[in-house]
T-cell receptor, first 115, second 111 residues
Framework: DAGVTQSPTHLIKTRGQQVTLRCSPK?????VSWYQQALGQGPQFIFQ???????QRGNFPDRFSGHQFPNYSSELNVNALLLGDSALYLC??????????????FGAGSRLTVL | DAKTTQPNSMESNEEEPVHLPCNHS???????IHWYRQLPSQGPEYVIH???SNVNNRMASLAIAEDRKSSTLILHRATLRDAAVYYC????????????FGPGTSLSVIP
């Protein structure tokens, strides 16, 4: 059973460009969350998608947007890239329950470098 | 958002037990305590979780204080592969709530 798959693994962009990162959730999972992790820091929550809608959002500007497809896969888009957007972008999937017991499964991340 | 506090770093000798503490004094009755760890150059991975009772699995044990305001992740015999950043987080009553990570505890294992 494949876990969470993210692509690309590494990419380099220049300031002002746009980037799209992709995530395929673990089989059976219907919820996808995205995190940004700067070097030496813990992951910072960007947003969460369920039923193709953004359900929760962290403290990130509108330059960060996302999408979830009917097959539960997801994309993270970042426009007008800044040097500070350089980070590891993590995707985590889970399934919806009414309990806080459900576990997050993370991908290995996409390493974005903005020059 | 309920927060957790952990020591920034800890050291352990190989094959000795490790106790990683976490304080969560604002925890509410329906919050689950989760632990994840992140090995170098990898995404975080689930370790263990619990609500009120102590929990054991093949990776670790979780000891939860009676008042639930603190917990301890126990690695029974540290190996070099256990060197990682360990995150203690709280998950709210539904899975819709965002999960907040702190800086975690960086565990070094000395051979």
């Amino acid at each position: 059973d494949a876990g969470v798959t993210q692509s690309p693994t590494h990419l380099i962009k220049t300031r002002g460009q746009q980037v799209t990162l992709r995530c395929s959730p673990k089989s059976g999972h219907d919820t996808v969350s995205w995190y940004q992790q700067a070097l030496g820091q813990g992951p910072q929550f960007i947003f969460q998608y369920y039923e193709e809608e953004e359900r929760q959002r962290g403290n990130f500007p509108d330059r960060f947007s996302g999408h979830q497809f009917p097959n539960y896969s997801s994309e993270l888009n970042v426009n007008a890239l800044l040097l500070g957007d350089s980070a590891l972008y993590l995707c985590a999937s889970s399934f919806v329950t009414d309990s806080g017991a459900n576990v997050l499964t993370f991908g290995a991340g996409s390493r974005l470098t903005v020059l | 958002d309920a927060k957790t506090t952990q020591p920034n770093s800890m050291e352990s000798n190989e094959e000795e037990p490790v106790h990683l503490p976490c304080n969560h004094s604002t925890i509410s009755g329906t919050d689950y305590i989760h632990w994840y760890r992140q090995l170098p150059s990898q995404g975080p991975e689930y370790v263990i979780h619990g609500l009120t009772s102590n929990v054991n699995n093949r990776m670790a044990s979780l000891a939860i204080a009676e008042d639930r305001k603190s917990s301890t992740l126990i690695l029974h015999r540290a190996t070099l592969r256990d060197a990682a950043v360990y995150y203690c987080i709280l998950r709210f009553g539904t899975s819709y709530d965002k999960v907040i990570f702190g800086p975690g505890t960086s565990l070094s294992v000395i051979p």
